[in-house]
C-alpha cells in the first residue's frame, strides 16, 4: 500500500506557521532541494525525515502521514493542549446548564487571537452546548404546557415534573459522555465530533 504523500499538507502548514522553504529546512535540519522536492511530490517523505519534518511544524508523524483531511484541523502543541482543557471546561455545565456555553466562550474568545488554529473545533463544541440548553429548554416548555402541544397529560402514568427529572441525568449523562470522547480526540490528535448541533457560530 502507497503511503499518503504528506507534501501537500507539509506545504500548507509551513505557510501557514510563516515560514519559507529555506527556513523549514534550516530547522528540520534538511537541505533546501529536499524540502523543495517534498512539497512538489516528486518524492515522500519517510522516517527520519518526516520526524524532522513534523518536529519543525511542531506536529507529530503521524499527523503528516495519516489519510488527507483540512489541514484546518491539524494541531500544533499549544492549540492541542489548549483544546483539551477548552473541552473540559464545558463540564462546568454540571454546576449550572449556561455555564457550559459561557466558560468555553470566554476561553474562546479571549484567545483566539493568539491561537489561530483553534476556530473551528472551538465553535463546533460551543454550538454543541447552545443546541444541547435549547433543547432541554423546549422539552421542559413542551412538556409544561402539553395541552397546548396535544400531549397527553399523563405518559406512563409520569406527570410532566416527572418526566423532566428522571430524562434530566440522561441529558447530562449524553453531553458528558460527548466532552469526555471529544478530550480524548483531541488528546490524540484526532478531528472533534459534536454532532448533532445547529450551526450559530459559523
Excluded at 61 to 90: G, H, K, V
Excluded at 92 to 121: E, M, Q, T, Y
Excluded at 122 to 148: D, G, H, P, V
Excluded at 161 to 182: C, D, K, R, T
Aim: with cysteine; hydrophobic share 45%.
Amino acid at each position: 500500500m502507497k503511503t499518503y504523500n504528506p507534501g501537500k499538507k507539509i506545504k500548507e502548514l509551513r505557510n501557514r506557521k510563516g515560514l519559507s522553504q529555506e527556513e523549514l529546512a534550516e530547522q528540520a535540519q534538511l537541505s533546501l532541494r529536499t524540502v523543495q522536492r517534498i512539497e512538489n511530490g516528486e518524492t515522500e517523505a519517510r522516517g527520519d525525515t518526516l520526524k524532522r519534518l513534523a518536529t519543525a511544524l511542531n506536529i507529530t508523524p503521524e499527523d503528516l502521514t495519516e489519510s488527507p483531511f483540512d489541514p484546518a484541523e491539524i494541531l500544533n502543541n499549544d492549540s492541542r493542549n489548549f483544546l483539551l482543557q477548552f473541552n473540559l471546561s464545558a463540564l462546568s455545565f454540571i454546576i449550572f446548564p449556561l455555564l457550559g456555553i459561557a466558560l468555553p466562550l470566554a476561553l474562546w474568545l479571549s484567545n483566539r487571537k493568539k491561537l489561530k488554529d483553534i476556530d473551528k473545533p472551538c465553535k463546533r463544541l460551543i454550538n454543541f452546548q447552545i443546541s444541547w440548553c435549547l433543547f432541554i429548554a423546549m422539552t421542559i416548555i413542551i412538556l409544561f404546557n402539553n395541552e397546548f402541544f396535544h400531549i397527553p397529560s399523563s405518559i406512563l402514568n409520569l406527570g410532566a415534573g416527572e418526566i423532566i427529572l428522571l430524562s434530566m441525568p440522561l441529558f447530562y449523562a449524553v453531553n458528558f459522555i460527548y466532552i469526555i470522547f471529544n478530550s480524548v480526540l483531541v488528546y490524540n490528535t484526532r478531528q472533534i465530533f459534536y454532532q448533532p448541533a445547529v450551526p450559530f457560530l459559523r
